[in-house]
């Protein structure tokens, strides 16, 4: 922004710009105010039917889906699915380089609690 009323001048530079010569800051703002008078004066307006073609790719558009390693076992509960769950956290937490730490948390908690589950089960079975 201008510290006058008119347009800016390269001497208002102050900063790690106030070290370049004045000719440079000139030269800089002379080809920046060229720049600015190439530009269209109309802008930049959307066709009429954009509207209509973006709706139209929005609606093509697959729904979204849940995902995760419990995906497949809400989806189809079953004892295959129960088992892929289990892998797919396992490879969530043990190899999820580059996944949020909150991400890897919950994949390795819900191992652990089948494996705590699992363990109590069978002790309760073998007494």
Aim: aromatic share 4%; charged share 15%; no cysteine.
């Amino acid at each position: 922004m201008s510290l006058t009323h008119g347009p800016f001048h390269p001497d208002e530079l102050g900063g790690p710009d106030a070290g370049v010569p004045i000719g440079e800051r000139a030269d800089a703002t002379a080809a920046a105010r060229e720049l600015e008078a190439a530009l269209s004066a109309e802008g930049v307006h959307a066709s009429p039917d954009f509207v209509t073609r973006v709706m139209e790719s929005l609606a093509s558009e697959p729904a979204p889906r849940t995902g995760g390693f419990l995906a497949g076992l809400l989806a189809r509960p079953s004892l295959g699915a129960f088992v892929a769950s289990i892998r797919s956290a396992w490879a969530v937490a043990a190899g999820g380089a580059g996944r949020p730490l909150a991400a890897r948390g919950t994949a390795m908690a819900y191992v652990l609690a089948v494996v705590l589950i699992g363990a109590s089960l069978t002790g309760v079975a073998a007494i």
